[in-house]
């Protein structure tokens, strides 16, 4: 094999390499059972292949990949496109070279493959180059390395999110056992120092976010929530008349993370599938489509940049929770409609925007999303749409939105927390109700307990219908 067809293999791919290839293959290793299945399959062929060349001692064992790895300075690899392209380009050729030398030069030439994987934008879709034009020794320890890669990297996620500064930490705890005496382990947000009564423990922006569509227009801000006081310049969209936002900086930040490719752009004609999109929203009163459709477009827009960030959007709600949504005429039709939507701006994604994975992405909102109370006006009356948030609704709810971190509290009917909006936008604060010691599990109320007027029995059946768990909590234990 000359180093030209490799290059030439893979200029051609790079040329053509979308965003949306990229998101779709990068997902696809993460999330696609085959390709799962098929990255344990080459895990096992590396060990047995290891055991055999240990015999044979031509090539490093799985512990010298694992050694290798740990010799990889992530910071020698570049960050703008054009490096990375030449970066690439230059371990595919080097690592060719190497191989070319026989088995001596199989170890190194295996650590460009992977380097050169590490920053092309389709991973996937040079695995599938490597497999036809790399010796399978070569391969085989390229594979064992990206496998090793990818557990480490699941492995340390709560290592370092969420971050120190947040005073929380991810902590499983054991809540029982199944019928069949198996234990069951729940994971939930512990604080890491003590809080008095009344302390902001931490605040966060949702990753997403929406407004009741009944709201939508002119008076509340389409990215933060924010309700726009009177007297305040409102920043237009500068395409469309269907939404404003409180300030530039809010407009830029949602034209940035999705607006762009969403805006009905009053401009053109009515058939535009964005507009199909806001119909839909506006005629079933549901925000969650939208909702997905703006993660959609978030997460592509963050795989195309370099944020520096080592766990993507994906990462963080992959292991979140959520709620199993069965099909139905209304689900199949949200697909149809994203895919239209998001199918003409964004390449590859329509092969991605698959039933499963849109039925968990809803699953992840119905479980996860909190109700936001931005309103200025207290007594502001609210058309609710049919999908679910959590929020004790002693203020109007407005919309929901949808946190890293504090997707990982869980209920209870007697929190240790409430909820407060900085300013009266979707900026959540987590705020201590009692004091709290360091190690001790945060707690949030999911529903509204109607002034306490709730007995344990209509408690329990309400989480229970529209979160699946049996309350344990304190109060429901041991009612007094
Ligand atoms: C493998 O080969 C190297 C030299 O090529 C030798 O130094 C080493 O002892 C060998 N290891 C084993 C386990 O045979
Ligand atoms: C909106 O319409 C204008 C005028 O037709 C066009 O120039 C612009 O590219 C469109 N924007 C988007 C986001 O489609
Ligand atoms: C959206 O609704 C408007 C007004 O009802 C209508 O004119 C337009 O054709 C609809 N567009 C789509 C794509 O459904
Ligand atoms: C959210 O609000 C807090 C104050 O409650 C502030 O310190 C923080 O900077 C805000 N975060 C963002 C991203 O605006
Ligand atoms: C809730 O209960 C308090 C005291 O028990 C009462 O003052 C208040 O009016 C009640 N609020 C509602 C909304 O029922
Ligand atoms: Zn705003
Ligand atoms: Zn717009
Ligand atoms: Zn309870």
Do not use: W
């Not at 293959?25 to 055999?52: C, G, I, T, Y």
């Not at 694992?66 to 496109?81: C, K, Q, R, W, Y």
């Not at 070569?138 to 090793?148: I, P, W």
């Not at 499983?172 to 994971?187: F, H, L, W």
Request: glycine share 4%; aromatic share 8%.
């Amino acid at each position: 094999m000359k180093t030209s067809h490799i290059v030439a293999a893979t200029v051609g791919t790079i040329a053509i390499a979308s965003i949306g290839c990229a998101l779709y293959f990068d997902a696809k290793r993460r999330s696609d059972p085959n390709f799962r299945r098929k990255l344990k399959k080459e895990r096992k062929r590396a060990q047995k292949q290891a055991k055999e060349d240990e015999q044979k001692n031509v090539t490093r064992t799985a512990q010298s990949i694992e050694d290798a790895l740990a010799n990889i300075d992530e910071n020698e690899f570049p960050t703008s496109m054009e490096d990375r392209e030449k970066f690439c380009m230059d371990q595919l050729s080097t690592g060719e070279a190497l191989f070319t030398q026989g088995p001596a030069g199989y170890d190194a030439s295996a650590i460009c493959f992977y380097k050169a994987l590490k920053v092309y934008p389709a991973p996937a879709e040079l695995v599938m180059v490597y497999q036809k034009t790399i010796p399978p020794e070569v391969f085989t320890l390229v594979m064992g390395m990206l496998s090793m890669d990818v557990h480490k990297k699941q492995q340390k996620y709560y290592t370092v999110f969420p971050p120190a500064e947040m005073n929380v930490k991810v902590e499983e705890m054991p809540e029982g056992n199944t019928a069949e005496g198996q234990k069951v382990i729940r994971r939930g947000l512990v604080a890491t120092r003590d809080f008095a009564a009344g302390e902001t423990i931490y605040s966060e922006t949702p990753i997403i976010s929406s407004l009741e569509p009944s709201l939508e227009g002119n008076e509340f801000c389409h990215y933060c929530m924010k309700q726009i006081a009177e007297g305040v310049i409102i920043a237009p969209c500068p395409t469309c008349t269907k939404v404003v936002f409180c300030s530039e900086a809010c407009e830029r930040s949602a034209s940035t993370e999705f607006h762009t490719v969403l805006c009905t752009n009053d401009s053109e004609d009515t058939s535009r599938p964005e507009l199909a999109l806001y119909n839909y929203t506006k005629e079933t009163n549901n925000k969650y489509p939208e909702m997905i459709a703006k993660f959609l477009v978030r997460m592509v827009h963050e795989e195309t940049q370099n944020t520096g960030e080592e766990y993507n959007l994906f990462d963080h709600i992959e292991r979140l929770r959520f709620l199993e949504v069965r099909p139905s005429v209304a689900e199949e039709k949200e697909i149809e409609l994203l895919k239209t939507t998001l199918g003409s701006r964004i390449p590859g994604i329509e092969e991605f925007i698959n039933e499963e994975r849109y039925l968990t992405l809803k699953g992840k909102l119905l479980y996860n999303a909190y109700g936001l109370s931005t309103s200025l006006d207290p007594e502001r009356s609210v058309e609710p749409s049919p999908e679910q948030f959590r929020s004790v609704h002693d203020a109007p709810v407005v919309g929901a939105g949808f946190y890293r971190v504090s997707s990982y509290m869980s209920h209870s009917c007697r929190p240790n927390t409430k909820l407060a909006f900085a300013e009266h936008s979707n900026n959540m604060s987590v705020v201590a109700t009692t004091d709290i010691k360091a190690g001790e599990e945060l707690h949030v109320g999911f529903i509204d307990q109607k002034n306490g007027t709730l007995s344990t029995e209509q408690r329990r059946q309400e989480l229970f219908q529209h979160y699946r768990f049996k309350c344990m909590c304190p109060l429901c234990e041991k009612p007094e």
